[in-house]
């Protein structure tokens, strides 16, 4: 893909000869005529972006399980994770490659990790915020803690934890945006292609910011379809 | 390959990368030296664009959050800066800013600045809204002038979270600077970058030296956020980020390092 | 009323109510001196409202949750219908008691009708059984069925506080704990649901535990009052009318309160106390008739009724001139035979008059109601009666 794009562009450069594109400028005609380059690095991004957040869903919420009644294992497991989320997604792509290889696996593994800590943190605040007399009144009622959880303190935590699923995600898209430098691809592939071109650059960063708006109105949406109680409250 | 091998052989790629950092050697390509006291300019050159950047981002954002949380404008400003900013990619701004104005040290510390004030402006201006409002009626009802109320008052309580801004902008940056040399500015992100003239070991070293910033710089904040503290305010035990139990504040759900 | 007897009527109960039993319980907290519960034995008979109140701090909200082993007991056995609970599994045990507190804690993400079929649904009743026993409790707390569809955020505080109680009372179990169940609520709103409870108390006869820190609201709820003091030490455990009538000690005088006397007459009926007969004449009865029947009573009027027996007007001296007694038109302050002796007290009061004429349903003359008559039933003339206090949801018949 990599070769493809810079001859694309230098075709392009030598073929039209416009001004504004020789000048590296901002040139909404090229924009439109190139659009179509970025479909495959766009879909690549979205695959990174949804892998990577449905993995570190599933950690984090696996871990947020372990800790919810062993309140000791919460220190651990944010110490943890924070740490993940600290070091910068550059160095980790770094860090992994000798033991991943070069690819999208490499890539994915980075942003999970990155996401563990914000989806954690919110399962567990979500949690820690479920009305303590509705625990009282469902426990009285005869369910046991199992019970509990799934009929009263996860459906009452999903606002939380959407919350910090959606945080994930827009992070997550802007993040993808180095994942090449692992050879996972994704829409930072033509950026750097060609660096230089204003045109390139913009096209680009509108694309991760509408990708981002785009997966934030889904999770939204669902969100709002799970939730009746939440639309007809007060 | 089997997990032990792959567990042997990446820490035997560690410690080459650990090497790398220690002992100057030959570049790839050859010609020039690389690795050892030659990665000192680099880091010279990162701990100055992070250093740099924070400096401007605080500037801006403290004095400009504090004043709009303390008149209580702008809410609407507060939350989408922190919520648009998330989804841009640090590596576009970067490129876009130097694509402007040039390949130099101060564009890229000027699109960093842009990057790191989010998390400092929007823990500022929680912090001052989330000053109990009685607290600032008595303070007021006491005859303190509203300079006095946010000397005395809002900006004693406000200032761990402001405190938390930059800690998590600092991050942020130190990671951003990676990318410095995309815009010609030579920065540690060049060995990750160019593994052609640095090697593998080169990658590997600089992305452990990165990552170790990153975490000690984190510590660092943490400690001084908790300094700053009040103590009756400080939680039991702080780890390192946020162990704050509890409804996350808009302000740790703001954090974005890049 | 007969415990024995006591067994759950009308249209939403069909199981016999429990007889509840504690027998030596002790609760000690770990790094803690003190019992929260010392030694507490306590018998509750099967269809009665067993009120515990006492100051804060003094275990009553501990000794109900110790029922439903919401909390274990150190040492000391609970029985329920007289069998021990101590080995049963908690969960299992818990939904056959009822369970009401004052946060109510209603499910937010479930309907009304989802949160009052909660513990049914958990006894694996099926679809059919579970909605028509939702709408049968939709109906006894005087919700509209509309409203099961609804969420509780959408419903009013006094509207929320009877769904808590009918999801309580779901599964129809013998044995319900309520804890404050109408804290949180205005006191006028607290006042209805209060009665509205006491005459759903009437028809479905449970046996009920209730909490609650307002003497007041255990006189008027309780068939038998639990008085607990620091450390789950009971100091008295007797009927309201001997509550007030007889305080164990100071404690008990003290929490009852000085206005005891008048928290009696919250109790009685005026049926309940010795009425004087009404002197009643008609007209065209003879006039010296009349005269001698006024003067054979302290009142010293006649009572001019129609003939219907209905009071029309007292009649005095003035009025009883002449062969026979003729139609004269005045006021009367009526008091009837089911108002609290409290209210009857007041209807005179605010009459400026010393005597009220009873009448019955029909608007009959049932007899004459005096302030000295009350004045001497709050002397302890009637101190024989107490026994016959009527059970708090009669008293709202």
């Keep these: 893909m990599l070769p493809l794009l810079a001859q694309v562009k230098i075709t392009d450069r030598n073929g039209a000869g416009q001004n504004c594109v020789q000048q590296d400028g901002f040139c909404p005609g090229w924009i439109k005529d190139h659009i179509g380059d970025y479909v495959d690095p766009l879909v690549r991004h979205l695959e990174l972006t949804v892998v990577s957040v449905v993995a570190g869903f599933l950690i984090a919420f696996a871990l947020a399980m372990l800790a919810h009644r062993r309140r000791w294992l919460v220190a651990p497991i944010t110490g943890a994770t924070g740490v993940m989320y600290t070091i910068p997604s550059l160095a980790l792509f770094g860090i992994l490659l000798p033991i991943t290889g070069f690819g999208f696996v490499t890539g994915c593994i980075a942003l999970t990790a990155y996401n563990l800590l914000v989806i954690f943190r919110n399962i567990m605040a979500g949690l820690d915020n479920v009305p303590e007399a509705a625990k009282d009144a469902a426990t009285g009622m005869g369910m046991t803690p199992n019970q509990v959880l799934r009929q009263v303190e996860l459906p009452l935590a999903i606002p939380e934890i959407v919350a910090g699923v959606r945080v994930a995600t827009t992070t997550t898209v802007g993040l993808a945006a180095l994942a090449f430098i692992a050879g996972a691809g994704g829409l930072g592939e033509p950026l750097i292609v060609n660096q230089n071109f204003k045109s390139n650059v913009v096209t680009v960063g509108v694309l991760c910011v509408l990708l981002a708006a785009v997966l934030d109105l889904l999770l939204l949406l669902a969100e709002r379809l799970a939730l009746p109680w939440r639309r007809v409250a007060r | ?258 | 009323m007969d415990p024995d007897t006591a067994q759950a009527e009308g249209p939403s109960a069909n199981r016999q109510a429990a007889t509840l039993e504690l027998r030596n319980i002790v609760k000690r907290y770990p790094g803690s001196d003190e019992p929260a519960i010392a030694d507490l034995s306590l018998e509750v008979a099967a269809g009665e409202i067993c009120v515990l109140v006492g100051p804060s701090g003094c275990g009553k909200t501990t000794a109900m949750r110790l029922v439903n082993r919401m909390i274990e007991p150190t040492s000391g056995d609970i029985l329920v219908n007289g069998a021990s609970i101590i080995d049963r599994k908690p969960s299992e045990l818990r939904r056959e008691i009822g369970y009401a507190i004052q946060q109510i804690g209603l499910f937010p993400h479930q309907t009304i009708a989802e949160n009052i079929a909660t513990v049914p649904a958990l006894l694996g009743w099926d679809k059919r059984r579970i909605a028509e026993r939702v709408d049968e409790l939709m109906d006894l707390i005087g919700l509209e069925k509309a409203m099961a569809k609804r969420y509780p955020g959408q419903l009013s505080g006094g509207q929320r506080q009877r769904v808590g109680v009918a999801r309580a009372l779901a599964a129809d179990p013998p044995l319900m704990l309520m804890d404050e169940p109408f804290g949180a609520i205005d006191p006028i709103n607290r006042e209805r649901l209060q009665n509205e409870f006491l005459r759903l108390q009437g028809e479905i006869r449970k046996t009920i535990v209730f909490v609650t820190h307002d003497i007041d609201e255990a006189i008027k709820m309780g068939d038998r009052i639990a008085i607990l003091r620091k450390g789950g030490v009971l100091a008295q455990y007797a009927t309201p009318a001997e509550l007030l009538m007889a305080p164990a000690d100071e404690f008990v005088e003290d929490f009852v309160g000085a206005d005891r006397a008048l928290k009696r007459l919250a109790l009685q009926r005026v049926r309940d106390i010795d009425l004087w007969e009404a002197p009643t004449v008609r007209v065209g009865d003879p006039v010296s008739e009349a005269r001698a029947r006024a003067a054979a009573t302290p009142i010293g009027h006649a009572l001019l009724v129609d003939e219907d027996n209905r009071p029309v007007s007292w009649l005095g001296d003035g009025d009883l001139i002449g062969e026979r007694v003729v139609h004269h038109a005045g006021g009367l302050t009526k008091v009837e035979l089911d108002d609290v002796l409290r209210d009857a007290l007041a209807d005179l009061l605010q009459g400026k008059v010393m005597y009220g004429v009873v009448t019955d349903h029909g608007g009959r003359v049932a007899g004459v109601l005096s302030v000295e008559v009350i004045s001497g039933f709050l002397n302890h003339q009637v101190a024989g009666r107490i026994d016959q206090a009527p059970a708090p949801a009669e008293r709202l018949a």
């Design chain 2, 1 to 258: 390959m089997s997990l032990p091998l792959t567990v042997a052989s990446a820490l035997s790629d560690f410690g080459d990368g650990l090497d790398f950092l220690v002992h100057q050697r030959d570049s790839v390509a050859g010609g020039v030296q690389v690795g050892g006291a030659k990665n000192l300019p680099l880091l010279s050159e990162h701990l100055k664009v992070v250093g740099l950047s924070m400096l401007f981002a605080i500037l801006i954002a403290v004095p400009l959050g504090l004043y709009l949380g303390h008149t209580k404008r702008g809410q609407f400003v507060a939350s989408s800066i922190s919520n648009v900013g998330r989804s841009v990619p640090a590596i576009a701004l970067v490129l876009f800013f130097s694509s402007y104005l040039g390949l130099e040290l101060k564009n890229l510390v000027f699109a960093m600045t842009l990057l790191a004030i989010p998390p400092i402006f929007t823990n500022a201006y929680v912090g001052v809204r989330q000053v109990d409002e009685d607290v600032v009626d008595a303070a007021r009802g006491m005859g303190l002038t509203g300079v006095q109320v946010v000397r005395r008052v809002e900006l004693p309580l406000a200032l761990p979270l402001v405190f938390g801004g930059i800690r998590t902008s600092v991050v942020n940056v130190i990671a951003t600077a990676t990318l410095g040399p995309y815009v010609g500015v030579l920065t540690l992100g060049d060995p990750i970058i160019n593994t052609s003239v640095y090697g593998d070991d080169g990658r590997i070293g600089t992305a452990i030296l990165v990552a170790a910033l990153a975490v000690l710089a984190e510590v660092l904040f943490a400690a001084i956020q908790r300094a700053v503290t009040p103590a009756p305010l400080r939680p039991a035990r702080q780890g390192l980020r946020g162990l704050r139990r509890g409804r996350p504040t808009l302000a740790q759900v703001a954090d974005t390092p890049a």
